[in-house]
């Protein structure tokens, strides 16, 4: 069966469902369906990146793009280069996920997301290119395109990224988790440029330990660190460097949902939240949508993906918006979420006030208890037509009242659904999580072993 494109593109096992075959078609295929004679790539620092990257560029130079080898780079970074220099670009990455899986993502000339339209555009392309598997059709000879490399590029991400800073950080002292990913060498840049402080962590990739026991999915970690370097904040991002968890001085976490409420409130008391509204997901926590309720500040919902997120702020003329996983996307500087430029944004939050971040997120928003488990099962995708799941949902929702919340989704990266519970305790959200996982294992089919 061939990938498709999921909620952050497509994903899959290095070399066993992600092959070199299919990079190489899938090349072709984007060089056919997106606009322009010249295509930037780039990857994270997984061993599979530069094998998976070098398919890719013969696919597209096979149809007589261009192909700039940016190096290792943010996928943030590779989209700002995008829209930079107003050309598509495609990322070797599979973000926060373990290191075997990779994936390859599409953007658009403008460094965003691409359309569903057009997914299915390159979809159907490389299922005609597979179906020929004759490879008909290509240029020869002077219309073959060019495979080039500009290391240089990266140091213009960083650029811009320094250049947004308008706040002294000097002076504060943060203890930086790069999850030995994308960010491990352009985090630190950054930082020491602004005069920083920092204690550097999970910076020496080795091709295989990326997100391993590190990073924003393992922000709790370094919270030991955070207290013994009397560290104003921790800053942790994931493989991609897309998404930014961040930890007070005492070692707390301070999830993408508290960060949201934070910059939004700031935001809004310096007049520059545009029409007094933000963009979630239907993630976030009931505490977030409280909190700005509470400040008349208005919030658009939408669907998983800080691509929807990013579209939706477009079509608001909105801001800010995210995740409470740290995708978080400020329009006025970023196509899409950056934790760099996220973890920027909170230093300067957290210099201007003079106040700890503990303080500033507790008085943000009051996270109400949430439990959220990752359920592998062998049929995500019956999730919707699973009766018997939904009545258990109903069920749930019935006991927990307007003092709670459900959600159920299918992922769009793994073969699992999430099972999301919010209640007044952490003792209800636990007790009704449990019962979900159950029956989605049952109805589902689970994919556990042993």
Not at 15 to 35: F, I, K, M
Not at 199 to 214: K, M, R, S
Not at 330 to 341: Q, S, V
Not at 373 to 395: F, H, I, Y
């Amino acid at each position: 069966m061939v990938l498709r494109f999921g909620t952050d593109g497509i994903r899959g096992v290095a070399n066993a469902e992600l092959t070199p075959e299919l990079a190489l078609a899938l090349g072709r295929a984007a060089a056919r369906c997106l606009s322009g004679p010249e295509f930037l790539v780039g990857r994270d620092t997984r061993r599979s990146g530069p094998m998976l990257q070098g398919a890719l560029a013969a696919g597209l130079a096979s149809e007589g793009a261009r192909v700039v080898d940016v190096g290792v780079v943010p996928t943030p970074g590779l989209a700002w280069l995008a829209a930079d220099r107003a050309v598509p670009a495609a990322m070797i990455s599979a973000s926060h996920n373990p290191f075997p899986d990779n994936g390859i993502k599409l953007l658009s000339a403008g460094g965003t997301k691409l359309p569903d339209a057009t997914e299915r555009a390159v979809e159907a392309e490389l299922d005609a290119i597979l179906l020929d598997g004759t490879g008909s059709g290509r240029p020869a000879g002077s219309g073959v395109g060019q495979l080039v490399e500009d290391r240089a590029a990266v140091a213009a991400y960083e650029d811009h990224l320094v250049r947004t800073v308008t706040v002294e950080l000097s002076g504060l002292r943060v203890v930086c988790d790069c999850a030995h990913g994308a960010a491990f060498e352009v985090a630190p840049r950054v930082l020491e440029r602004l005069g920083v402080d920092a204690l550097v962590v999970a910076a020496e990739p080795d091709g295989a330990n990326i997100n391993d026991g590190c990073g924003s999915t393992h922000a709790a970690a370094l919270s030991g660190l955070v207290v013994e370097h009397h560290a104003d904040l921790g800053i942790c991002f994931d493989g991609d460097a897309d998404r930014l968890i961040a930890l007070d001085h005492n070692g707390v976490v301070v999830d993408g949902d508290q960060l949201l409420a934070l910059f939004a409130i700031d935001l809004d008391e310096l007049g520059q939240l545009a029409n007094r509204a933000m963009v979630a997901t239907v993630m976030s926590n009931l505490g977030l949508r409280r909190a700005l309720l509470a400040r008349g500040i208005g919030l658009v919902e939408t669907p998983i993906g800080d691509r929807h997120v990013a579209d939706a702020l477009d079509e608001h003329g909105l801001v800010l918006g995210g995740e409470q996983s740290g995708h978080i996307v400020f329009r006025r500087e970023a196509t899409t979420g950056d934790g760099i430029l996220t973890a920027l944004k909170l230093l300067e939050l957290v210099a201007r006030r003079r106040v700890p971040l503990g303080d500033l997120a507790a008085g943000a928003m009051t996270r109400l208890p949430q439990e959220l488990r990752n359920v592998p099962v062998d049929q995500p995708g019956r999730l919707g037509g699973a009766a018997a799941v939904w009545a258990e949902v109903t069920a749930v929702e019935s006991d927990l009242g307007s003092s709670g919340r459900v959600l159920l989704r299918a992922s769009g990266t793994e073969s699992a659904v999430r099972v999301m519970v919010e209640a007044e305790s952490h003792e209800q959200a636990a007790e009704a999580v449990e019962r979900l996982v159950g029956i989605v294992r049952r109805e589902l089919g689970s994919a556990r072993t042993g």
